[in-house]
C-alpha cells in the first residue's frame, strides 16, 4: 500500500484517516481526491499538508479522465467520497445516486483496467436498515430505508460484485455513527454541541428513544487502516465502537459536557424516515485482524466538544453562509411511525 488514493479525503472521516496514513513510514505517497462540496474543507487536512508524502487533487470521482490518470500511479484506493448526510438525502436523492453509486462504479472500473492491489470501500451501519432486538452480521442483508442509505447499499453491492465478476480485490467496511473533531456541524453531536455555544435551543425528535452507536472516528480510521493492510479481498468487516446510546442519553451527556440542562432542549414531531435502532456485530474485525477500539465515549465527547469551544473560526462560517442548506420541509408521519 506504498501510494494510496484517498477520495474524500478532505472529508471529516477522510482528512482524519489521511492524517493516519501519512504517520505509517511504509506509505511512500497519499494522494487526496476531493471535490470540496459544502462538507469537505481543505482546512480539515490542516498540518498534513507538511507532509512531502501528501498531494492533493480538486476534483470529481464521476470524472473517469481524472480519475483514470490518478489510479494508475497508485496501489491501493481508500474510497470515502459520498454524499452522507441522511436529512439531505430526501430532498437530493439523485445527488446520492450519482456521487454514491455511478462514482464508485468509474472508480472500480479504473482500479479493475490498473490492477490496484487494494480497493477499500468506506460504508455505513445504515445499509442493514433498523433493528429491533440483536446485531446486524456482514452477512445480514440490507434493509435500508432512506435514500441515503439505499444509496451506499447500492454502492456495497456494485462494488463485491468487481471482486466476484473480474477480481478486484475490494473490501467494504460498515461503521456505526461516527463524531469527533472537525465533523460539520449539520450532524448532531457537532450540532448540539454548537448550538449550545451560540445559546441556541436543541430540538430532540420524537421521544428520544432512536439507538445507535457512537463511534469515535479515530477508531474507525483505525479499523480501516487494518482493513486495507490485512482485509481479505471479497469480504465486508463491519467496524463498531460499543457505545449504544438513545438520543435522549446522548442529549443528555452533551448538556453536561456543555453545562446545560434540559431547559435547553425543545421536543418536535418525529420525521417520518427516522430508524428506530441500529446495530451491528463487529466480532469479525476483532477476531480477524485485531480491532479494538480505543476511545470511551466519555473521552471522546469532552475532546469533541473542547474542539468546537477552542475553533469557532472553523465551524462558524459555515453555519452562517451554508451552501446547501436542508429544505425546511415537514417529513413528520401520518403513519405513526
Not at 492533493?56 to 490518470?69: C, K, P, S
Not at 448550538?195 to 420524537?206: A, E, S, Y
Not at 452533551?254 to 418525529?270: F, H, K, M, Q, S
Amino acid at each position: 500500500m506504498e501510494e494510496t488514493l484517498v477520495t474524500g479525503g478532505a472529508g471529516f472521516i477522510g482528512s482524519h484517516f489521511v492524517k493516519r496514513l501519512l504517520r505509517a513510514d511504509d506509505i511512500a505517497r497519499v494522494t487526496v481526491l476531493d471535490a470540496l462540496t459544502y462538507a469537505g474543507h481543505i482546512e480539515n487536512l490542516g498540518e498534513a499538508f507538511l507532509s512531502p508524502k501528501l498531494a492533493f487533487i480538486e476534483g470529481n470521482i464521476l470524472d473517469a479522465r481524472l480519475v483514470d490518470e490518478l489510479v494508475q500511479r497508485h496501489t491501493a484506493i481508500v474510497h470515502f467520497a459520498a454524499e452522507s448526510h441522511v436529512d439531505r438525502s430526501f430532498f437530493e436523492a439523485g445527488s446520492f445516486l450519482s456521487t454514491n453509486v455511478l462514482g464508485t462504479q468509474v472508480l472500480l472500473d479504473a482500479a479493475m483496467r490498473f490492477g490496484v492491489e487494494k480497493f477499500v470501500h468506506v460504508s455505513t451501519d445504515e445499509v442493514y436498515g433498523p433493528l429491533e432486538a440483536g446485531s446486524a452480521t456482514e452477512r445480514d442483508p440490507l434493509r435500508p430505508t432512506v435514500p441515503y442509505a439505499a444509496s451506499k447499499a447500492a454502492s456495497d453491492l456494485i462494488v463485491l460484485s468487481y471482486f466476484h465478476t473480474y477480481g478486484v480485490p475490494v473490501c467494504v467496511t460498515r461503521s456505526s455513527n461516527n463524531y469527533g473533531p472537525c465533523q460539520h456541524p449539520e450532524k448532531i453531536i457537532p450540532l448540539f454541541v454548537t448550538n449550545l455555544l451560540k445559546g441556541k435551543p436543541l430540538t430532540l425528535h420524537g421521544d428520544g428513544r432512536h439507538v445507535r452507536n457512537w463511534l469515535h472516528v479515530e477508531d474507525n480510521c483505525r479499523g480501516i487502516e487494518l482493513v486495507l493492510r490485512g482485509g481479505v479481498p471479497g469480504e465486508v468487516y463491519n467496524i463498531g465502537g460499543g457505545t449504544d446510546l438513545t438520543n435522549k442519553e446522548l442529549t443528555g451527556l452533551i448538556l453536561r459536557e456543555c453545562g446545560a440542562n434540559w431547559e435547553a432542549v425543545t421536543y418536535v414531531p418525529d420525521r417520518r424516515a427516522n430508524d428506530i435502532r441500529y446495530a451491528m456485530d463487529w466480532t469479525k474485525i476483532t477476531g480477524d485482524l485485531g480491532y479494538q477500539p480505543a476511545w470511551t465515549f466519555q473521552d471522546g465527547l469532552a475532546e469533541t466538544a473542547a474542539w468546537y469551544h477552542s475553533n469557532p473560526g472553523r465551524w462558524a462560517p459555515l453555519l452562517r453562509n451554508p451552501a446547501a442548506p436542508v429544505p425546511e420541509i415537514n417529513l413528520t408521519a401520518k403513519t405513526g411511525r
